[in-house]
């Protein structure tokens, strides 16, 4: 298996969050170390593609993160 980049782990954390997910399960539906998820969940947060659920903390994707991913397959094709 190839290693994987950043943006395609981001897209992996997204595809997993369009569903509430606590960090958990996307820390081991992404295969990565919780210090890592800390970095990309930080950044997904800010930049908008991923909210928090307070309440409940899960992790949910927003619409600008759905965006990305329809933009993120539409490049894979091309591939």
């Given at each position: 298996m190839a290693k994987?980049?950043?943006l395609e782990i981001m897209a992996e954390i997204l595809s997993l969050?369009?569903?509430p997910q606590i960090k958990t399960k996307?820390?081991?539906?992404?295969?990565l170390s919780y210090k890592m998820l800390q970095k990309y969940l930080s950044e997904l947060q800010s930049r908008g593609f991923l909210e928090v659920h307070h309440s409940l903390t899960k992790y949910m994707t927003t619409q600008k993160g759905l965006d990305f991913l329809e933009k993120w397959r539409e490049l894979e094709e091309l591939f």
């Open positions: 994987r980049n950043r969050c369009k569903q996307v820390m081991y539906g992404t295969n």
